[in-house]
């Protein structure tokens, strides 16, 4: 469903990305780990169409969307929803206004189709009767639920999430990982899904992939990963302090 192929992002002062390769099926739900500031938002940002590579291919469903023209980037945009590492919700909309936002600017449907899907989309990430709310009145983790809730709306074959379990207590972080489940098995969604969140990228996903400055350099199925002997990938996934990545580089 999604292949990155030989990926590079730059920008005037170095290389964010550097040769990315990522194979994911359709219907799986992958993870890419890494360090703060290792191109995680990056990449998730290019493969939403939201950032434009500067090398190699980014395939969608077989269609290179690397050098799509902007007015063709839309129509892929609406089939991929973001989940942002902040929730991104706007503060003077209404949570409904929130969830509806995208198909009030994307689709011809109904008030009461609109209303339909807002309120089964909010009922589905366990927000049922939040409606009403401001976004300033809920708290984080139940924010981040209305960016799922929003993404879901769009009814999108890929779904992108950033750090989605970021900041949250074990318990919120828990049911988040349990609704990414729920959206890959009951939508058959295809995920990207980036975090640093060790416990939940274990639950939620069949394979892992691990950036470190801008390169992948290891990739497996979270057993895999789990009994990987490469160093930067163990101390990684352990917490240590002591091991080739330090963190005042
Ligand atoms: N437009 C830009 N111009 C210059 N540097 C950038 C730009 N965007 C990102 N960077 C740099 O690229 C690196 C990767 O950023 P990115 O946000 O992708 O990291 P990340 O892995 O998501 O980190 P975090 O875990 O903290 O969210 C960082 O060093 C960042 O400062
Ligand atoms: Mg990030």
Do not use: W
Request: hydrophobic residues 45%; proline residues 3%.
């Amino acid at each position: 469903m999604i292949i990155v192929k030989q990926l590079s992002y730059r920008v005037p002062s170095g290389s964010i990305l550097r040769r990315i390769d990522l194979h994911v099926r359709k219907g799986e739900t992958m993870a890419v780990m890494g360090m703060s500031g290792a191109g995680k938002s990056t990449l998730l940002k290019c493969i939403a169409g939201l950032l434009r590579p500067t090398g190699g291919q980014l395939l969608i469903d077989g269609i290179d969307i690397a050098r799509m023209r902007e007015s063709q980037l839309d129509n892929i945009r609406r089939r991929i929803g973001m989940v942002f590492q902040y929730a991104a919700l706007f503060d003077s909309l209404t949570v409904f206004e929130n969830v509806a936002f995208g198909l009030r600017r994307h689709t011809r449907m109904t008030e009461s189709e609109i209303t339909d899907v807002v309120m089964a989309r909010l009922a589905m990430v366990g927000l049922a009767h939040t409606e009403s709310k401001m976004p300033s009145e809920m708290s984080g983790g139940m924010q981040k639920r209305v960016g799922l809730a929003r993404a879901l709306a769009m009814n999108p074959e890929i779904l992108l999430y950033d750090e989605p379990t970021a900041g949250l207590d074990p318990i919120t972080a828990a049911t988040i990982a349990e609704l990414i489940i729920k959206a890959r098995d009951e939508l058959g969604v295809t995920s990207v899904l980036v975090s640093h969140d060790i416990q939940s990228i274990m639950s939620v996903s069949s394979r892992v992939a691990m950036i470190h400055k801008g390169r992948i350099i290891a990739s497996g199925t979270t057993e895999e990963m789990q009994n990987c002997e490469d160093a930067t990938v163990k101390q990684f996934m352990r917490g240590e302090t002591q091991g080739p990545i330090h963190v005042t580089e």
